[in-house]
């Protein structure tokens, strides 16, 4: 269990990925990738008393992404690659309008060592319903998942060699904290 507290979250004690994945003709050309969101920061509040509703708030910085890993493809992810992708990832995410993407929790349904977290995210200046699940691996770690259809928020899904490679419209993000004690 958790302690009650306010509980600080970012890279110092926490990594935030974002995973995509390929689909279209040409799929076999691209890669899977894993982004990591190297700017973030948040807090997990969890209250003294029973019948108070655990919250939950982050604040990305978009310019931050760096490609880490890409699975699959004709060829092994170069570092010109990466800088490349991450040029796409900044056009597509419009970074210089807007740096920010927020997250913060509505309501939050523990059951044991897991949770279901509702709240809205925005991304792009628009704001929508997101749901979070999260799970405590012990006493101190928290891994929580979520999916973001881009287009929901105005995202259209990088497409390359006429169409035929495409990234799939949902992406996968994971955080995994270790909330001190």
Known sequence: MLS????????????????TFREGVAALAGHDLIIEVTR???????PD???SQPRLAVEVDLRSL???????GAKPLTDSDRREIEK???????TG?????????????????KATVDGELTL??????????AQATDDRVVIGTASVQQS???????????GALKVRDTVEVEATVTLAG
Do not use: C
């Open 4 to 19: 009650a507290g306010v509980h600080k979250i970012g890279p110092w004690n926490g990594h935030l990925v974002l995973r």
């Open 40 to 46: 973030w920061q948040g807090t997990i509040t969890i």
């Open 49 to 51: 008393a029973p019948d």
């Open 66 to 72: 760096q490609v880490r890993e890409g699975h699959g």
């Open 88 to 94: 796409t990832i900044a056009k597509l995410l419009r």
């Open 97 to 113: 309008e807007h740096p920010q993407a927020l997250f913060a929790s509505a309501t939050v349904r523990v059951d044991g060592d």
């Open 124 to 133: 792009l200046g628009v704001t929508h319903p997101l749901r979070l699940t």
């Open 152 to 162: 929901l928020w105005g995202i259209r899904p990088y497409r390359g060699f006429m």
